[in-house]
């Protein structure tokens, strides 16, 4: 195992108590023992929890059991607001945890699948300059539970979930890890979903990749890139100083190859920063030959910062080069920018 450097590890204060979705199956049906309970019980609360049961839908739970819940499976969020746009289709719920800490999920409704936006830290550490989360700092990590619960409770089936909610998964790596693999697992211990339809998204934890990358899963990674030369690279990802260009592309090319994921680019165009034809042709270069695509999303505007989007023509042109080098591009749709629940927008504000 690639030891993760101790800079990653985001203050623990104020996480929630431990409900049964922090354990993976053996521990919960050790933890059900713990409280003198038969172990088969775990398999049937997390029945109930993944399928998003109220206590008064969990009717086979008997009498001693039920007294347990509260300590067992423990309410993780407040619901406190919830916004929509795009006539319903997106939606944006604002969370309260336990101690108060505050934080954002999206669900977006497409044809043919729902994809859940899901925070996996409250705030974020990386202060990229252009994201409303990286403004804020960082707040504390997510527990395991805090992260799909943020599924469970979107109140309708989900097929797809994307780590592109507030925080940097891989600084949240062990719970991040855990939290892909309740998704993912099929039995009544999980949600069940396709790895396929799972996006982590990273600024690009260089030692984190390599680790994700053992993990034996089949999910997509998709790299916030946003430049490809280190020079620009290092004021819009901060991080870059530490894990430059070259690096960080060679660890999630690995994961390619280990996986046979295509990886996904994430580069936000900015007007007159990062949009100009050379860096379309020196990111074509780099990615060339390679099992990419690139998600190229309009810069959201975020409070407080003088950048804007690339007018539709250079974002054209931008796509028109890449593809002309044999790499496929797309420009992404951002959904929700009315109600500041688009890529980088997420601040949790009451
Ligand atoms: N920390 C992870 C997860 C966040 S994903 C990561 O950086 O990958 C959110 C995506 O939206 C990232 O690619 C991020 O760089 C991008 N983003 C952030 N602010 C944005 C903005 N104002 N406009 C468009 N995209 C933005």
Redesign the pocket.
Known sequence: MIPLPLVFDAPKKGMPPQHLADLDPAARRARLAELGEKPFRAEQLSRHYFAGHTREQMTDVSGSLRDKLDDLMPELFTQLRVVDCDEGATKKTLWRAHDGTLVESVLMRYPGRTTVCVSSQAG?G?A?P??ATGQGGLTRNLSTAEITDQVVRAGEKVTNVV??GM???LANYNRVVAAVRRMVDPTPHGLGMSQRNIVV???GLVPAIKRFTEEGLQVTL?L?L?APDDELRNTLVPVNTRWPVREVLEAAFGYTRRTGRRLSI?Y?LIRDVNDQPWRADMLAKRLKGKLVHVNL?P??P?PGSEWDASPKPVEQEFVRRLRDAGVNATVRDTRGREIAGA???LAALE
């Open positions: 974020c990386m990229c252009f994201c780590f592109m925080g940097e998964p998204s990273t600024v998709a916030s946003h994430e936000a999303i810069l959201n975020t890529c980088g927008q």
